[in-house]
């Protein structure tokens, strides 16, 4: 895929891998702070000291949709910039899978799929991405998703 093109020609590379992010590190405080924004306090989130004795995990483990999250900055990193358009919006999700656990403290990865381009007229397109959000060192991501935004040229 090269650097940079026009938006028009994106539609050109389905089917190929656009990049993979840069890796982000999930630690206590980041769990901590989604915790707090979504009102989601579970304890496998959140208490330590009680995920070490009981959790099959043996420590916190991410919440799932901070993951999921993860898929719009990472996109921004990779996607946007080849592009470079004047807007994207988020448009939906499809097919969203979580596969295994992120342990409090590990590094995550986006690996982009370009699945579609539709053209929606006046400088929009409709663009679908698979995001596979990996977990360093492990073998199984950590959740697989199809994501669909509008980006305006």
Not at 14 to 27: A, F, K, P, R, Y
Not at 102 to 127: P, S
């Amino acid at each position: 895929m090269p650097d940079t093109m026009p938006l028009s020609d994106l539609g050109k590379h389905v089917g190929e891998e656009v990049g993979i992010s840069s890796w982000i590190t999930l630690d206590q405080a980041r769990i901590a702070e989604f915790a707090h924004c979504t009102g989601d306090h579970q304890w496998i989130h959140v208490d330590a000291e009680r995920a070490a004795r009981e959790s099959p995990f043996g420590t916190t483990i991410v919440h799932g949709f901070l993951t999921l999250a993860l898929i719009a900055p990472t996109a921004f990193e990779v996607l946007v910039p080849l592009v470079a358009p004047k807007s994207v919006v988020n448009y939906g999700l499809e097919k969203v899978r979580f596969h295994a656990p992120v342990r409090a403290g590990k590094r995550v990865r986006n690996r982009i799929q370009l699945l579609a381009v539709e053209d929606r007229g006046r400088g929009r397109y409709l663009v679908t991405t698979n995001n596979t959000i990996e977990i360093e060192g492990e073998i199984r991501p950590a959740l697989q998703a199809s994501a669909l935004a509008i980006f305006m040229a």
